[in-house]
C-alpha cells in the first residue's frame, strides 16, 4: 500500500486564484486594494527571503505590499512606534512582523502592539483567545492551511483521534485548538512526552511540527491515517549537497499513511496562501 500524496501546492494555487478574486471584488466594492505591510529588523538571510516571497505573492494577489527593513541594532520603542503608525494607516489591513526579531527587542510586547484586527499572522492574545474559545478571528497561517488540506484529504475531521506534535504557539497550539474546534479527539505531544510511538500508532490525524529530521517513524504511523509534515529541515548529504526533509520519516510513512503531505510542496505553500487569505479577511472585516 502506498499513500495517496497531498498535494499543498495545488491546494494553494487555488487557495491564492480565490484570494484574487476576492480581492477584485473587494476593489471594485472600495475603490482600494487590500494592504499588506511586513516589518523585517535586521539581516538575517532567510527571513530578507521570507519577507521578499511574501511581498511578491501580495502583489500577485492584487494587494498593495508595504515593506520595512529596519537595521538590527533599530530600538524597540522605534519599532512600537511604527507598529503604532501602522494601526492607524487606513491604507493598512493586515501587519506582519518578521520573527524571529533582535534579542534586545521584546517579541510579546511587539506582538501585542499589532491592532487585533490587524494581526494577519494571529498570534496577538486577543486572536489566541478567539480561537481557543472557538471564535471568529484571524489564526496563524500554517496551521489553518494544515487544516484546510486535512479536511480536503480526509472529509469529516469530528471524532477522529488527532495527535499535534509539537506546542509551539505558531503552530503546534494553535493546531490543537483548530482540531478541537472541528470536534476531533486531540493529544498534543512535546519535548517532555513518553512513548510518542504509542501515540502515533493511535492517530487517525497526525500533524508533526518539531523539527527533528525523520524523528516520526514510518512503522509507528496507523495504517491508512493522515500525516501532515510541518517541519522544514535541511540536512546535508554525502554528496555534499543539502535537501529539504520533513519531520516524518517520508519512505516508511508513505507505505502505512492512507494520505501524506511531501516536504517540500506539502504545508510550505500553504502558509503564505492563508498569509494572503488573511489580509482579505481583515481587510473585509474593518470596512
Ligand atoms: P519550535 O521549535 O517552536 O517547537 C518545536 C516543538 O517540538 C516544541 O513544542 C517541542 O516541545 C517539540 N519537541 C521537541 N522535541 C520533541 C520530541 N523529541 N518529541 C516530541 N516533541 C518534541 O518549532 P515550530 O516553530 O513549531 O516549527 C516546527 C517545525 O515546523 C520546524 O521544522 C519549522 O521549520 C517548521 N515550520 C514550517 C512552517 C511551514 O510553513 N511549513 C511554518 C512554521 C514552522
Known amino acids: 500500500m502506498s499513500a495517496v500524496l497531498i498535494d499543498g501546492k495545488a491546494r494553494a494555487a487555488a487557495l491564492r486564484r480565490d484570494?484574487?478574486?476576492?480581492?477584485?471584488?473587494?476593489?471594485?466594492?472600495?475603490g482600494r486594494a487590500p494592504g499588506l505591510t511586513v516589518v523585517l529588523v535586521g539581516d538575517d538571510p532567510?527571513?530578507?527571503?521570507?519577507?521578499?516571497?511574501?511581498?511578491?505573492?501580495?502583489?500577485?494577489?492584487?494587494?498593495?505590499?508595504?515593506?520595512y527593513?529596519?537595521?538590527?541594532?533599530?530600538?524597540?520603542?522605534?519599532?512600537?512606534?511604527l507598529i503604532a503608525a501602522l494601526n492607524a494607516d487606513p491604507a493598512v489591513d493586515g501587519i506582519l512582523v518578521q520573527m524571529p526579531l533582535p534579542?534586545?527587542?521584546?517579541s510579546d510586547r511587539v506582538i501585542a502592539a499589532i491592532d487585533p484586527a490587524k494581526d494577519v499572522d494571529g498570534l496577538h492574545?486577543?486572536?489566541?483567545?478567539?480561537?481557543?474559545?472557538?471564535?471568529?478571528?484571524?489564526?496563524?497561517?500554517?496551521?489553518?492551511g494544515c487544516l484546510m488540506l486535512i479536511e480536503e484529504a480526509i472529509g469529516t475531521i469530528a471524532g477522529a483521534e488527532a495527535l499535534v506534535i509539537g506546542r509551539s504557539i505558531l503552530?503546534?497550539?494553535?493546531?490543537?485548538?483548530?482540531?478541537?474546534?472541528?470536534?476531533?479527539?486531540?493529544?498534543?505531544?512535546?519535548?517532555?512526552?513518553?512513548?510518542?510511538?504509542?501515540?502515533?500508532?493511535?492517530?487517525?490525524i497526525v500533524v508533526a511540527a518539531?523539527?527533528?529530521?525523520?524523528?516520526?517513524?514510518?512503522?509507528?504511523?496507523k495504517p491508512g491515517a493522515c500525516v501532515i509534515d510541518v517541519g522544514i529541515n535541511r540536512v546535508a548529504l554525502p554528496d555534499g549537497k543539502t535537501r529539504l526533509v520533513g519531520d516524518v520519516d517520508f519512505?516508511?510513512?508513505?507505505?502505512?499513511?492512507?494520505?501524506?503531505?511531501?516536504?517540500?510542496?506539502?504545508?510550505?505553500?500553504?502558509?503564505i496562501a492563508c498569509l494572503l487569505a488573511n489580509t482579505l479577511k481583515a481587510a473585509t472585516a474593518r470596512t
Do not use: Q
Not at 69 to 81: F, G, I, N
Open 19 to 30: 484570494v484574487a478574486a476576492g480581492v477584485e471584488a473587494f476593489v471594485a466594492a472600495h
Open 210 to 221: 518539531v523539527g527533528i529530521p525523520g524523528m516520526v517513524k514510518g512503522e509507528w504511523i
Open 46 to 67: 532567510a527571513s530578507a527571503v521570507y519577507v521578499g516571497s511574501k511581498g511578491k505573492a501580495t502583489r500577485e494577489a492584487g494587494m498593495i505590499s508595504g515593506e
Open 125 to 144: 492574545p486577543v486572536n489566541t483567545g478567539l480561537l481557543v474559545s472557538g471564535r471568529k478571528g484571524l489564526v496563524p497561517c500554517t496551521p489553518s
Open 69 to 81: 527593513r529596519l537595521p538590527a541594532a533599530t530600538p524597540e520603542a522605534e519599532l512600537l512606534a
Open 251 to 271: 519512505d516508511g510513512a508513505v507505505k502505512r499513511a492512507g494520505r501524506i503531505t511531501p516536504v517540500p510542496g506539502g504545508v510550505g505553500p500553504m502558509t
Open 171 to 204: 503552530v503546534g497550539k494553535p493546531m490543537a485548538a483548530l482540531l478541537l474546534n472541528r470536534s476531533a479527539t486531540v493529544t498534543v505531544a512535546h519535548s517532555r512526552t513518553r512513548d510518542l510511538a504509542a501515540h502515533v500508532a493511535r492517530a487517525d
Open 103 to 106: 534579542r534586545h527587542i521584546d
